[in-house]
Protein backbone atom coordinates (compact mmCIF):
# COMPACT_ATOMS: atom_id res chain seq x y z
CA UNK A 1 0.00 0.00 0.00
CA UNK A 2 1.10 3.39 -1.27
CA UNK A 3 2.38 5.93 1.87
CA UNK A 4 -0.42 8.43 2.79
CA UNK A 5 0.07 11.81 1.99
CA UNK A 6 -1.81 14.77 3.87
CA UNK A 7 -2.31 18.25 3.44
CA UNK A 8 -2.60 19.25 7.26
CA UNK A 9 -1.72 17.57 10.51
CA UNK A 10 1.74 19.51 11.09
CA UNK A 11 3.03 19.18 7.41
CA UNK A 12 5.78 21.23 8.11
CA UNK A 13 7.50 19.04 10.74
CA UNK A 14 10.68 17.78 9.83
CA UNK A 15 12.86 15.90 12.06
CA UNK A 16 15.00 18.22 13.20
CA UNK A 17 11.12 20.20 14.07
CA UNK A 18 9.91 16.57 15.64
CA UNK A 19 12.90 16.39 17.91
CA UNK A 20 12.80 19.54 19.10
CA UNK A 21 9.75 19.26 19.83
CA UNK A 22 10.65 16.21 21.61
CA UNK A 23 13.75 17.25 23.33
CA UNK A 24 11.52 20.37 24.74
CA UNK A 25 8.15 18.18 26.34
CA UNK A 26 11.15 17.21 28.93
CA UNK A 27 11.97 20.55 29.56
CA UNK A 28 9.00 22.38 31.51
CA UNK A 29 11.50 25.01 33.10
CA UNK A 30 12.24 26.21 30.41
CA UNK A 31 7.96 26.24 28.20
CA UNK A 32 7.52 29.80 29.69
CA UNK A 33 10.36 31.91 29.31
CA UNK A 34 13.48 29.91 28.93
CA UNK A 35 14.84 29.64 31.74
CA UNK A 36 18.57 28.60 32.48
CA UNK A 37 19.22 29.88 28.99
CA UNK A 38 20.81 33.18 27.75
CA UNK A 39 17.93 35.64 26.51
CA UNK A 40 19.59 37.21 24.30
CA UNK A 41 21.02 34.08 22.48
CA UNK A 42 20.39 32.33 19.19
CA UNK A 43 17.61 30.19 20.98
CA UNK A 44 16.79 33.22 23.87
CA UNK A 45 13.12 34.48 23.26
CA UNK A 46 14.60 37.24 21.54
CA UNK A 47 16.15 35.75 18.78
CA UNK A 48 12.59 35.16 16.77
CA UNK A 49 12.38 38.99 17.40
CA UNK A 50 15.39 39.71 16.14
CA UNK A 51 15.15 37.57 12.97
CA UNK A 52 11.93 38.90 12.02
CA UNK A 53 12.98 42.65 12.74
CA UNK A 54 16.03 41.38 10.20
CA UNK A 55 13.73 39.96 7.79
CA UNK A 56 11.23 42.43 6.96
CA UNK A 57 13.39 45.47 7.83
CA UNK A 58 11.08 46.81 10.41
CA UNK A 59 11.53 48.48 13.77
CA UNK A 60 8.51 46.70 15.79
CA UNK A 61 7.80 42.71 15.96
CA UNK A 62 5.68 42.11 18.85
CA UNK A 63 5.24 37.94 19.52
CA UNK A 64 1.86 36.80 20.54
CA UNK A 65 0.21 33.04 21.18
CA UNK A 66 -1.58 32.90 17.81
CA UNK A 67 -2.26 35.74 14.61
CA UNK A 68 -5.66 35.99 16.17
CA UNK A 69 -4.15 37.52 19.33
CA UNK A 70 -1.94 39.75 16.78
CA UNK A 71 -4.64 41.08 15.34
CA UNK A 72 -6.57 41.37 18.25
CA UNK A 73 -3.83 43.82 19.57
CA UNK A 74 -3.30 45.71 16.51
CA UNK A 75 -7.35 46.30 17.21
CA UNK A 76 -7.04 47.52 20.18
CA UNK A 77 -4.63 49.53 20.17
CA UNK A 78 -6.73 51.45 17.82
CA UNK A 79 -9.59 52.53 20.27
CA UNK A 80 -12.45 51.00 17.77
CA UNK A 81 -15.90 51.59 19.05
CA UNK A 82 -19.11 49.57 18.05
CA UNK A 83 -19.58 52.39 15.56
CA UNK A 84 -16.49 51.56 13.29
CA UNK A 85 -16.29 49.67 10.76
CA UNK A 86 -13.38 47.17 9.79
CA UNK A 87 -13.20 46.11 6.23
CA UNK A 88 -12.21 42.57 5.48
CA UNK A 89 -13.03 39.84 2.87
CA UNK A 90 -15.21 37.54 2.95
CA UNK A 91 -13.70 33.38 2.19
CA UNK A 92 -11.25 33.71 5.46
CA UNK A 93 -10.67 32.24 8.62
CA UNK A 94 -13.59 33.06 11.10
CA UNK A 95 -10.47 33.91 13.39
CA UNK A 96 -10.34 37.40 11.70
CA UNK A 97 -13.82 38.64 11.89
CA UNK A 98 -13.81 37.66 15.68
CA UNK A 99 -10.77 39.49 16.32
CA UNK A 100 -12.88 42.69 15.21
CA UNK A 101 -16.22 41.47 17.39
CA UNK A 102 -13.56 41.24 20.14
CA UNK A 103 -12.61 44.78 20.42
CA UNK A 104 -16.37 45.92 19.76
CA UNK A 105 -16.47 46.75 16.07
CA UNK A 106 -18.48 45.64 12.84
CA UNK A 107 -17.13 43.47 10.69
CA UNK A 108 -18.01 44.66 6.86
CA UNK A 109 -17.40 41.55 4.38
CA UNK A 110 -15.80 42.32 1.00
CA UNK A 111 -16.70 40.00 -2.18
CA UNK A 112 -13.14 38.38 -3.63
CA UNK A 113 -12.07 38.06 -7.27
CA UNK A 114 -11.68 34.32 -8.87
CA UNK A 115 -8.43 34.27 -10.00
CA UNK A 116 -6.65 35.28 -6.58
CA UNK A 117 -9.08 34.57 -3.81
CA UNK A 118 -8.00 37.83 -3.09
CA UNK A 119 -10.48 41.60 -2.33
CA UNK A 120 -12.04 42.87 -5.40
CA UNK A 121 -11.26 46.27 -4.63
CA UNK A 122 -14.95 47.13 -6.73
CA UNK A 123 -16.78 45.85 -4.24
CA UNK A 124 -14.74 47.43 -1.58
CA UNK A 125 -15.35 50.77 -2.97
CA UNK A 126 -19.01 50.01 -2.36
CA UNK A 127 -18.94 49.02 0.79
CA UNK A 128 -17.16 51.83 2.26
CA UNK A 129 -18.65 54.18 4.04
CA UNK A 130 -17.98 56.96 6.71
CA UNK A 131 -18.25 55.05 9.62
CA UNK A 132 -15.14 52.83 7.86
CA UNK A 133 -12.13 53.05 9.69
CA UNK A 134 -9.89 49.98 9.02
CA UNK A 135 -9.13 47.73 5.89
CA UNK A 136 -7.62 44.60 6.69
CA UNK A 137 -5.60 43.47 3.46
CA UNK A 138 -5.81 39.54 2.98
CA UNK A 139 -3.10 37.13 0.54
CA UNK A 140 -4.93 34.21 0.64
CA UNK A 141 -2.78 30.61 -0.07
CA UNK A 142 0.00 33.07 0.06
CA UNK A 143 -0.95 34.81 -3.37
CA UNK A 144 -0.87 38.36 -3.12
CA UNK A 145 -3.63 40.85 -3.51
CA UNK A 146 -3.84 43.88 -5.24
CA UNK A 147 -1.78 45.96 -3.12
CA UNK A 148 -1.21 49.40 -5.19
CA UNK A 149 -4.92 49.42 -5.68
CA UNK A 150 -6.10 48.77 -2.27
CA UNK A 151 -3.53 50.53 -0.47
CA UNK A 152 -4.18 53.54 -2.85
CA UNK A 153 -8.36 53.60 -1.88
CA UNK A 154 -7.21 53.16 1.91
CA UNK A 155 -5.38 56.24 1.36
CA UNK A 156 -8.07 58.10 -0.54
CA UNK A 157 -10.39 57.17 1.95
CA UNK A 158 -8.15 57.75 5.54
CA UNK A 159 -8.40 53.95 6.57
CA UNK A 160 -5.75 52.47 8.68
CA UNK A 161 -4.54 49.40 6.68
CA UNK A 162 -3.50 45.82 8.78
CA UNK A 163 -2.11 43.12 6.22
CA UNK A 164 -3.36 39.67 6.94
CA UNK A 165 -0.04 37.40 6.37
CA UNK A 166 -1.14 34.53 7.92
CA UNK A 167 -0.60 32.44 4.08
CA UNK A 168 1.93 34.60 2.88
CA UNK A 169 5.38 34.72 5.02
CA UNK A 170 8.06 34.97 1.92
CA UNK A 171 5.49 36.10 -0.84
CA UNK A 172 6.32 39.71 -2.34
CA UNK A 173 4.86 42.59 -4.52
CA UNK A 174 6.62 44.34 -6.54
CA UNK A 175 9.47 43.40 -5.60
CA UNK A 176 8.80 43.96 -1.93
CA UNK A 177 7.72 41.67 0.87
CA UNK A 178 3.86 41.67 1.54
CA UNK A 179 3.85 43.08 5.08
CA UNK A 180 5.61 45.95 4.48
CA UNK A 181 2.69 47.76 2.93
CA UNK A 182 0.38 48.52 5.48
CA UNK A 183 0.43 50.16 8.88
CA UNK A 184 0.84 47.02 10.47
CA UNK A 185 0.74 43.32 9.50
CA UNK A 186 0.49 40.30 11.55
CA UNK A 187 1.59 36.48 11.01
CA UNK A 188 0.25 33.19 12.08
CA UNK A 189 2.72 30.46 13.24
CA UNK A 190 -0.47 28.01 13.31
CA UNK A 191 0.05 24.17 12.63
CA UNK A 192 -0.51 24.28 8.89
CA UNK A 193 0.79 28.00 7.99
CA UNK A 194 4.51 29.30 6.49
CA UNK A 195 5.68 28.22 9.14
CA UNK A 196 4.45 26.05 12.24
CA UNK A 197 4.85 26.26 15.99
CA UNK A 198 1.76 24.70 16.13
CA UNK A 199 0.35 28.07 17.56
CA UNK A 200 1.98 31.43 18.00
CA UNK A 201 2.10 34.59 15.61
CA UNK A 202 3.41 38.16 15.22
CA UNK A 203 3.04 41.76 14.78
CA UNK A 204 5.09 43.74 12.38
CA UNK A 205 4.97 47.59 12.36
CA UNK A 206 6.78 51.15 11.57
CA UNK A 207 4.48 52.83 13.41
CA UNK A 208 6.19 54.29 16.68
CA UNK A 209 2.68 55.35 18.02
CA UNK A 210 1.17 51.97 17.17
CA UNK A 211 3.94 49.83 18.66
CA UNK A 212 3.72 51.93 21.69
CA UNK A 213 0.26 51.22 22.18
CA UNK A 214 0.37 47.45 21.44
CA UNK A 215 3.37 47.53 24.05
CA UNK A 216 0.90 48.94 26.81
CA UNK A 217 -2.06 46.43 25.59
CA UNK A 218 0.03 43.55 25.52
CA UNK A 219 2.00 44.08 28.57
CA UNK A 220 -0.22 42.67 31.03
CA UNK A 221 -0.82 39.28 28.83
CA UNK A 222 0.32 36.26 30.56
CA UNK A 223 2.40 33.32 29.40
CA UNK A 224 -0.03 30.26 28.75
CA UNK A 225 -0.66 28.08 31.02
CA UNK A 226 2.19 24.91 31.40
CA UNK A 227 -0.85 21.95 29.94
CA UNK A 228 -1.71 24.33 26.97
CA UNK A 229 1.98 24.19 26.03
CA UNK A 230 2.69 20.61 26.53
CA UNK A 231 -0.77 20.28 24.00
CA UNK A 232 1.30 22.12 21.64
CA UNK A 233 4.63 20.61 21.98
CA UNK A 234 2.89 16.97 21.54
CA UNK A 235 1.22 17.93 18.36
CA UNK A 236 4.14 17.14 15.73
CA UNK A 237 5.24 14.46 17.80
CA UNK A 238 2.37 12.46 17.88
CA UNK A 239 0.81 13.45 14.62
CA UNK A 240 4.55 12.03 13.19
CA UNK A 241 3.41 8.81 14.53
CA UNK A 242 -0.59 9.22 13.34
CA UNK A 243 1.30 9.91 9.70
CA UNK A 244 3.79 6.99 9.81
CA UNK A 245 1.14 4.22 11.32
CA UNK A 246 -2.02 5.36 9.54
CA UNK A 247 -1.78 2.14 7.02
CA UNK A 248 -0.58 -0.33 10.21
CA UNK A 249 -3.50 -1.85 10.91
CA UNK A 250 -5.25 1.33 11.33
CA UNK A 251 -3.24 2.40 13.92
CA UNK A 252 -2.62 5.92 12.96
CA UNK A 253 -6.15 6.59 12.33
CA UNK A 254 -7.36 5.22 16.00
CA UNK A 255 -4.34 7.38 17.39
CA UNK A 256 -5.81 10.26 15.92
CA UNK A 257 -9.54 9.73 16.92
CA UNK A 258 -8.54 9.06 20.30
CA UNK A 259 -6.42 12.31 20.63
CA UNK A 260 -9.48 14.14 19.16
CA UNK A 261 -12.25 12.36 21.84
CA UNK A 262 -9.82 12.68 24.68
CA UNK A 263 -9.02 16.80 24.06
CA UNK A 264 -4.96 15.58 23.88
CA UNK A 265 -3.82 17.60 21.34
CA UNK A 266 -5.69 21.17 20.71
CA UNK A 267 -7.96 22.29 18.02
CA UNK A 268 -7.11 24.51 15.27
CA UNK A 269 -10.37 26.30 15.74
CA UNK A 270 -12.62 25.77 18.65
CA UNK A 271 -16.24 25.21 18.91
CA UNK A 272 -16.68 28.52 21.01
CA UNK A 273 -14.76 30.11 18.59
CA UNK A 274 -17.33 29.11 15.95
CA UNK A 275 -19.82 30.90 17.94
CA UNK A 276 -17.47 33.62 18.45
CA UNK A 277 -16.61 33.38 21.84
CA UNK A 278 -12.84 34.14 22.61
CA UNK A 279 -11.30 31.11 24.57
CA UNK A 280 -9.37 31.54 27.22
CA UNK A 281 -5.86 30.97 26.09
CA UNK A 282 -5.98 33.87 23.00
CA UNK A 283 -4.52 36.90 25.32
CA UNK A 284 -1.26 35.51 25.71
CA UNK A 285 2.05 36.04 25.30
CA UNK A 286 3.97 33.84 23.01
CA UNK A 287 5.75 31.28 25.04
CA UNK A 288 9.98 30.58 24.41
CA UNK A 289 9.05 27.03 23.91
CA UNK A 290 6.78 27.77 20.78
CA UNK A 291 9.17 30.51 20.07
CA UNK A 292 12.08 27.84 19.97
CA UNK A 293 9.53 25.42 17.69
CA UNK A 294 9.15 28.56 15.19
CA UNK A 295 12.33 29.89 15.06
CA UNK A 296 13.71 26.39 13.76
CA UNK A 297 11.32 26.93 10.85
CA UNK A 298 12.22 30.42 10.51
CA UNK A 299 15.77 29.62 9.87
CA UNK A 300 14.55 27.21 6.77
CA UNK A 301 11.82 29.81 5.63
CA UNK A 302 13.66 30.10 1.84
CA UNK A 303 13.91 26.27 1.35
CA UNK A 304 10.34 25.71 2.34
CA UNK A 305 8.95 28.87 0.46
CA UNK A 306 11.15 27.21 -2.87
CA UNK A 307 9.70 23.97 -2.67
CA UNK A 308 6.48 25.19 -2.67
CA UNK A 309 6.74 26.67 -5.17
CA UNK A 310 8.12 23.73 -6.71
CA UNK A 311 5.42 21.94 -6.47
CA UNK A 312 3.34 24.52 -7.45
CA UNK A 313 4.96 24.38 -10.85
CA UNK A 314 4.46 21.22 -11.24
CA UNK A 315 0.69 21.23 -10.66
CA UNK A 316 0.05 24.46 -12.93
CA UNK A 317 2.57 22.69 -15.82
CA UNK A 318 0.08 19.55 -15.60
CA UNK A 319 -3.24 21.06 -15.05
CA UNK A 320 -2.26 24.55 -17.80
CA UNK A 321 0.08 23.99 -19.40
CA UNK A 322 3.94 25.11 -19.62
CA UNK A 323 3.38 28.46 -19.91
CA UNK A 324 2.21 30.86 -17.34
CA UNK A 325 -1.34 32.10 -18.63
CA UNK A 326 -4.62 33.53 -16.53
CA UNK A 327 -6.99 31.32 -15.10
CA UNK A 328 -9.32 30.10 -18.07
CA UNK A 329 -11.95 27.13 -17.73
CA UNK A 330 -11.14 24.10 -18.09
CA UNK A 331 -13.95 21.77 -18.67
CA UNK A 332 -15.54 23.75 -16.03
CA UNK A 333 -12.29 23.94 -13.33
CA UNK A 334 -10.29 26.67 -13.34
CA UNK A 335 -6.57 27.47 -11.45
CA UNK A 336 -4.93 30.63 -9.13
CA UNK A 337 -3.28 33.21 -11.11
CA UNK A 338 -0.80 35.42 -9.90
CA UNK A 339 -1.76 38.57 -9.41
CA UNK A 340 0.67 41.03 -11.80
CA UNK A 341 4.20 42.19 -10.17
CA UNK A 342 3.96 39.57 -7.03
CA UNK A 343 5.18 36.13 -6.28
CA UNK A 344 3.61 33.83 -5.05
CA UNK A 345 4.40 31.50 -2.25
CA UNK A 346 1.73 28.85 -2.49
CA UNK A 347 0.68 27.83 1.06
CA UNK A 348 -1.76 25.59 -0.54
CA UNK A 349 -2.50 25.53 -4.41
CA UNK A 350 -6.57 25.89 -5.16
CA UNK A 351 -8.31 24.98 -7.87
CA UNK A 352 -11.94 25.58 -8.53
CA UNK A 353 -13.70 22.46 -9.87
CA UNK A 354 -17.72 21.68 -9.05
CA UNK A 355 -15.80 17.80 -8.51
CA UNK A 356 -14.34 19.55 -5.29
CA UNK A 357 -16.24 17.24 -2.78
CA UNK A 358 -16.26 14.13 -4.84
CA UNK A 359 -12.47 14.41 -5.61
CA UNK A 360 -11.94 15.23 -1.82
CA UNK A 361 -13.66 11.61 -0.99
CA UNK A 362 -12.29 10.12 -3.65
CA UNK A 363 -8.61 10.42 -3.55
CA UNK A 364 -9.26 10.14 0.99
CA UNK A 365 -10.20 6.59 0.48
CA UNK A 366 -6.97 6.43 -1.74
CA UNK A 367 -5.14 7.65 1.38
CA UNK A 368 -4.70 11.33 -0.59
CA UNK A 369 -6.12 13.70 2.15
CA UNK A 370 -6.29 17.32 0.32
CA UNK A 371 -7.24 20.04 2.18
CA UNK A 372 -10.88 21.56 2.99
CA UNK A 373 -10.25 25.31 3.00
CA UNK A 374 -12.39 27.45 2.45
CA UNK A 375 -16.01 25.42 2.08
CA UNK A 376 -17.75 28.36 4.18
CA UNK A 377 -17.27 31.66 2.99
CA UNK A 378 -16.10 31.81 6.90
CA UNK A 379 -14.44 28.92 7.75
CA UNK A 380 -14.00 26.36 8.85
CA UNK A 381 -17.74 24.44 8.54
CA UNK A 382 -19.83 24.96 11.61
CA UNK A 383 -19.02 28.81 11.97
CA UNK A 384 -22.45 30.57 12.59
CA UNK A 385 -22.42 33.73 9.98
CA UNK A 386 -24.99 35.26 11.97
CA UNK A 387 -22.78 35.09 14.96
CA UNK A 388 -19.85 37.08 12.70
CA UNK A 389 -22.32 39.27 11.36
CA UNK A 390 -22.01 37.73 7.56
CA UNK A 391 -25.20 38.10 5.50
CA UNK A 392 -25.46 35.55 2.63
CA UNK A 393 -25.46 36.62 -0.77
CA UNK A 394 -23.65 39.94 0.22
CA UNK A 395 -20.42 38.38 -1.29
CA UNK A 396 -21.71 36.14 -4.23
CA UNK A 397 -18.31 35.14 -5.65
CA UNK A 398 -16.96 34.06 -2.77
CA UNK A 399 -19.81 32.07 -1.89
CA UNK A 400 -19.20 30.22 -5.18
CA UNK A 401 -15.94 29.63 -4.54
CA UNK A 402 -16.67 27.77 -1.32
CA UNK A 403 -18.79 25.60 -3.11
CA UNK A 404 -15.57 24.38 -5.74
CA UNK A 405 -12.41 25.10 -3.54
CA UNK A 406 -10.32 21.53 -3.98
CA UNK A 407 -6.66 22.47 -1.78
CA UNK A 408 -3.68 20.35 -3.35
CA UNK A 409 -0.55 20.27 -0.83
CA UNK A 410 2.83 21.67 -1.26
CA UNK A 411 4.58 21.53 1.84
CA UNK A 412 8.02 20.30 2.64
CA UNK A 413 6.39 16.63 2.79
CA UNK A 414 5.34 16.30 -0.15
CA UNK A 415 7.98 14.68 -2.70
CA UNK A 416 7.91 15.23 -6.53
CA UNK A 417 6.93 11.22 -6.66
CA UNK A 418 3.59 12.80 -4.24
CA UNK A 419 2.48 15.41 -6.48
CA UNK A 420 2.83 13.29 -9.64
CA UNK A 421 0.31 10.93 -7.77
CA UNK A 422 -1.63 13.56 -6.87
CA UNK A 423 -1.96 14.57 -9.81
CA UNK A 424 -2.27 11.64 -11.94
CA UNK A 425 -5.24 10.79 -9.66
CA UNK A 426 -6.92 14.40 -9.90
CA UNK A 427 -6.87 14.51 -13.95
CA UNK A 428 -9.48 11.34 -13.54
CA UNK A 429 -11.95 13.63 -12.25
CA UNK A 430 -11.08 16.86 -14.37
Request: hydrophobic letters at 45%.
Given at each position: ????????????????????????????????????????????????????????????????????????????????????????????????????????????????????????????????????????????????????????????????VIEDCA????????????????????????????????????????????????????????????????????????????????TFFGLG????KFFRVF????????????????????????????????????????????????????????????????????????????????????????????????????????????????????????????????????????????????????????????????????????
Amino acid sequence: MKKPIFTALSPNAERDDIFLAFKLLFCPWKWKVGNACPPAGRTGMRSLQMEIKKYFDVRHVFLLSSGRASLYAILRALNLNSEDEVLLQAYTCVAVPNSILWVGAKPVYVDIVKESFNMDTKDLRKKITPKSKVLIIQHTFGLPANVDELIAIAKEKNLFVIEDCAHALGAKYNGKLVGTFGDASFLSFGRDKIISSVFGGAIVTNNDFLAEKIEKEIASYPFPNYFWIFQQLLHPVFLHAVKNTYTFFGLGKFLQKFFRVFHILSLAVTKDEKQSKMPDWILKKMSYALTRLALNQFQKLELMNAHRQKIASMYENEFIGRERMPVRPAGGHAFPTETKNALSIFLRYTIQTRKAREIFEALKKENIFLGDWYWQVVAPEGVDNEKIGYQRESCSVAEELAKVSLNLPTHIGVSESDAKRIITKVKQYL
